[in-house]
């Protein structure tokens, strides 16, 4: 499927969009280029439902769950007060590791932050459930977690992929996107509405963004209906993740994890030898799937 065809200044009218199994390539460009794009089918049903069925049980077992408690009042209005939010998902669902592990998207993360790192990691993985009568998220960009330090330009240092497990509509929140905010020379710069374009999906659908592109959940309009997704953010290998998940996932968890899992979880290492450097995330001077592979004790000798 082409993308999205192009208006007369050389933008985009819509986010690009791309049947599965895409030309990756082209997806990888249309995302470096504009800063997002769609992948139609790409997450099977399979996995859809099993993930499905396990957010329904937990959010059953969690009455309450849409109200934050960051401590912030602003931080809180930010997360959404009628907003489900579940992180940790490899050790909260039975599926979570499938999910934040899927082979396209992590494949398609690790060449995406190709040109400045050995590996990535998995910064945040969180389900966001957007419920009926919330408020319009304020639009951002997640590398703004990072304050003024990553440089802006070509290369993202970040990149995210939001995974559809319900329709995404214009009524029930679909996600928001500036396209090309992140070529925007004034980094306060605000998104006129006219800049911004809905990411609308249903099930199985990816959008691929870059976190530096200005972004965020839509208002859900509706009386009774849920607007279900998984945010996955990946970092490059050496850069401190959003979500500290060797806590969310600990190593009595992670044990029983695959290692394609654990790895980007943190336990494991970032190799900059190849690149006259050292290796990031020791334990001892060692690799931790070393200790967390034989089951040795992973705290500080007493």
Request: contains cysteine; proline residues 9%.
């Amino acid at each position: 499927m082409p993308p999205a065809a192009t208006t007369p200044t050389g933008g985009v009218a819509g986010v690009p969009r791309f049947a599965a199994p895409p030309d990756w390539p082209t997806v990888d460009d249309a995302v470096l280029t504009h800063g997002a794009a769609v992948v139609t089918g790409l997450v099977d049903a399979d996995l859809r439902a099993r993930f499905n069925a396990e957010v329904d049980a937990w959010i059953a077992a969690h009455p309450g769950a849409d109200g934050p408690d960051s401590g912030s009042q602003l931080y809180d209005h930010f997360l959404g007060t009628r907003t489900v939010r579940v992180q940790g998902l490899p050790a909260k669902f039975a599926s979570g590791g499938d999910v934040v592990a899927h082979p396209e998207i992590v494949a398609w993360a690790n060449r995406m932050l190709a040109p400045i790192c050995t590996s990535v990691l998995l910064s945040a993985g969180e389900m966001v459930q957007i419920g009926p009568g919330e408020t319009p998220q304020y639009l951002h960009r997640d590398t703004d977690s990072w304050g003024p330090h990553l440089p802006r330009g070509e290369q993202p240092y970040v990149v995210n992929a939001m995974i559809a497990f319900t329709p995404f509509t214009e009524r029930n929140g679909a996600t928001r996107v500036a396209l090309g905010s992140h070529r925007w020379e004034d980094p306060a710069r605000r998104a006129k509405p006219s800049e911004v374009v809905l990411a609308v999906m249903e099930p199985g659908d990816v959008l691929f963004f870059r976190s530096d592109v200005i972004h965020g959940g839509g208002p859900n309009r509706t009386e009774d209906e849920g607007r279900r997704g998984v945010v996955l953010s990946y970092c490059a290998g050496w850069l401190r993740a959003m979500e500290n998940s060797v806590l969310s996932v600990p190593p009595e968890v992670a044990r029983r994890l695959p290692e394609r899992v654990t790895d980007l979880l943190g336990y494991s290492v970032h190799d900059w030898t190849v690149a006259r450097g050292g290796l990031l995330g020791v334990v001892d001077n060692a690799d931790p799937r070393r200790l967390l592979r034989s089951g040795s004790s992973m705290e500080p000798a007493g």
